[in-house]
């Protein structure tokens, strides 16, 4: 699929874009907010100041893809490959990340203000409101004033989190371990 198909498909409403091969593409300055593009293989894509807001780039390559000046925010990056990536003034606020995603060397994620998913993090006053966080560990994590409100947190473990003040409004602790 090449730039044009894709803008194409996303102005006619298709979000969905899950295991697609799309190394080199130029998407610079493209707006995909809300896009699904889990497992797709964006290395070496220029997505340089696109808005990725609230995109899923599970399990996806963006290795040494450009995103300088991308908005990522609430972009879940969880098990995605960055290795070597441009990230420079990448918006980051509130994307999601665990132990398996790789960034470039050097670069911190919780500083860019993403959040850390995983037993023990440091989640204090994140809003994860209405995030699909199925599945997460948490174990031990702190989540004291954070916003869980309608999350799916089924078949999650929360086992001695700290949650203390923790809005969990209309969330969904189903088969979770408390």
């Known amino acids: 699929m090449n730039a044009g198909e894709l803008l194409r498909r996303y102005a006619a409403g298709q979000r969905e874009f899950s295991g697609a091969t799309l190394s080199s593409i130029s998407l610079n300055n493209a707006d995909l907010q809300g896009s699904d593009f889990w497992n797709a293989n964006l290395s070496e894509a220029n997505l340089s100041y ?9 399990e996806a390559v963006l290795d040494e893809a450009n995103l300088k000046g991308a908005d990522l925010s609430q972009a879940d990056l969880r098990e995605t490959k960055l290795n070597c990536a441009i990230l420079y003034g990448v918006t980051f606020n509130g994307a999601l990340y665990n132990e398996t995603t790789q960034f470039p060397l050097e670069f911190d994620p919780i500083a860019t203000g993403a959040y850390f998913l995983a ?11 209405g995030r699909d966080l199925s599945g997460v560990d948490l174990s031990q994590a702190n989540l004291m004033e954070a916003d869980l409100s309608q999350v799916n947190l089924f078949g999650g473990d929360l086992s001695s989190a700290k949650a203390r003040w923790a809005n969990l409004t209309a969330a969904d602790l189903s088969e979770a371990t408390l």
């Open 119 to 129: 037993p023990q993090a440091n989640l204090a006053e994140a809003n994860l409101c």
């Open 50 to 58: 696109a808005s990725l807001r609230e995109v899923s780039l599970r």
